[in-house]
């Protein structure tokens, strides 16, 4: 009796669990509005049928009223396709509409010591699908030699300041920790590559005055809330350790000295997980979901979550939505798990969500309530 | 033979305690440097963390890679003394040098120039793995020699 007991509490227990996973599948439609993109990676809504797609492997892509042109943008600088890199994220100024700069990140081979790379981010004036004017912004220093970590998100926040994410380079970790570097930094600098007066160590002797916070292994998402007071910025963990942070400028975010997670080889990073003058995150992942990229929707399509923060994840491949409660992470729900890798995921104008699928035949799914 | 494989067995398992343990005590000294509160507890029990994590978890076993390396480096050296007088504790020396630089220069190549073993970013700690691997060889050669010369 009691065998038969345990099966019907396991059957019932097995049936909810479908009848629950379906039952998200059920509140939206998904419409592929893209396929055949390379490693798309970064997103933007140029008007309100007008996206700019960035592909890892150096194409500048436009899709105008659902359909993907067939020529890429011209202009956009060749671009160091190898490892993690390559052509990156895109935003555009916060005057776009009448000034037409649009930034992007991306990896580049050094022109004299062909083995190494840097980060760089440029603008430049998007017209008639072709990009020109085109300024240096930012590079990070010092070169590397790995092809890996870059962060490389852009995004402008409310006083019209860039923010740059640069990741740790994988082997140059513990340059994270020091100020005469851009390894694992978030930078800020005005939209033209200036160094904004208020940055934190503008005045501290031997630190770059671009840095505004430090600490990060590899971060590739970051956002803003509605009102712009909150930055949330996540990092990519090594084995476990993935994080969520609330970004403020002079922070230290403790990375490679405090970390929930282990090196891929096993060993201990650091068998350390606080300290003071050392930021926790709001939230973390073990195992790593590896986070790609994080959008705080604010729209009224889906009015049940709003001031929501969705991460995309690459592993398993799904998206986050973290419910928050100021500035704490209160729960976390797992939605469109079945569309595998997800690199990227944003707010659309009208508010719809717009999801990149990672891969050589990248998607590009709109998300939208159930009709 | 069944002497030499138990050398053999035996001669892995140091090396591999001499590069995990050189990966730990490195990043213990970084960390130190830091302001860390780094003391002896926290050192041996890192020590033990990465023996079992890094032959356990991680994404190669060390032990593994050590034990192919050498097991490559050996036989190429055995049949190389064939020809080459030169004493086995010095060849094996050299074979199992040789096998460390190996799994340091390799493994970047096949991974986008990441140096997977964190002890191994630095020219300094690449030559202490090296070392590693020729006193690992070494030790192997000797207990050969006793029985084999």
């Known amino acids: ?371 | 033979m069944l002497k030499n494989i138990l050398m053999f067995l035996v001669t892995v398992f140091i090396t591999t305690f001499l590069l995990v343990s050189q990966t730990t005590v490195s990043n213990l000294i970084w960390l130190s440097g830091l302001g860390m509160p780094v003391d002896l507890f926290i050192i041996f029990s890192s020590i033990f963390h990465d023996i079992v994590s890094m032959n356990g978890k991680g994404a190669i076993p060390a032990v593994g890679l050590v034990a192919l390396g050498m097991a490559v480096a050996f036989v190429v050296a055995r049949i190389a003394l064939i020809w080459i007088p030169i004493k086995r504790r010095y060849a094996y020396a050299l074979a199992g040098g040789t096998a460390l630089l190996a799994i340091v220069l390799l493994m970047p190549l096949a991974f986008y120039n990441l140096d997977l073993i964190a002890g191994a970013r630095s020219t300094l700690g690449k030559l202490y793995l090296i070392t590693a691997g020729v006193l690992g060889g070494y030790f192997f050669g000797v207990n050969l020699t006793t029985k084999e010369d």
């Open chain 1, 1 to 371: 009796m009691n065998f038969m007991k345990k099966y019907l509490i396991l059957f019932g227990l097995t049936f909810s669990a479908i009848i629950f996973s379906q039952h998200h599948e059920a509140e939206y439609d998904l419409e592929t509005i893209a396929e055949g993109l390379d490693h798309p990676w970064g997103t933007v809504f140029l008007s309100e049928d007008e996206i700019l797609v960035t592909e890892l492997s150096g194409a500048l892509r436009v899709i105008k009223s659902g359909k993907l042109l067939s020529q890429p943008v011209s202009g956009v600088p060749n671009v160091l396709f190898a490892g993690q890199g390559g052509l990156s994220d895109v935003a555009l100024h916060p005057n776009f509409k009448k000034n037409k700069l649009v930034y992007l990140s991306f990896s580049e081979s050094d022109d004299e010591q062909k083995s190494l790379n840097t980060l760089r981010v440029i603008r430049g004036r998007l017209e008639n699908n072709s990009l020109s004017n085109i300024e240096t912004i930012f590079k990070a220093t010092p070169l590397r030699k790995t092809a890996a970590h870059y962060g490389a998100r852009l995004l402008f926040i409310s006083d019209g300041t860039l923010l740059i994410t640069s990741g740790d380079g994988f082997n140059y970790r513990e340059r994270a920790q020091y100020l005469d570097n851009h390894f694992g930094k978030i930078l800020r600098v005005n939209d033209d590559g200036s160094i904004p007066d208020d940055n934190p160590y503008v005045t501290t002797e031997g630190a770059l005055p671009e840095i505004w916070s430090y600490g990060h292994r590899n971060l590739q998402g970051i956002s803003m809330n509605s009102d712009g007071s909150l930055i949330f910025a996540h990092e990519h963990g090594p084995m476990g350790g993935d994080e969520l942070n609330i970004i403020e400028p002079k922070n230290n975010y403790g990375w490679p000295a405090i970390t929930y997670g282990i090196d891929y080889s096993g060993a201990l990073i650091s068998p350390f997980k606080e300290k003071l003058g050392m930021e926790q995150p709001q939230k973390y992942w073990v195992p790593s979901i590896a986070p790609s990229g994080m959008t705080f929707y604010d729209g009224d399509l889906f009015p049940h979550w709003k001031a929501s923060l969705f991460i995309s994840a690459l592993v398993p491949g799904d998206v986050r939505r973290l419910t928050l409660d100021g500035k704490n992470v209160v729960s976390e729900e797992i939605l469109f798990n079945k569309l595998g890798r997800i690199r990227n995921i944003i707010s659309a104008p009208d508010g719809s969500l717009i999801i990149a699928t990672d891969g050589k035949n990248g998607k590009l799914i709109r998300v939208t309530p159930k009709k």
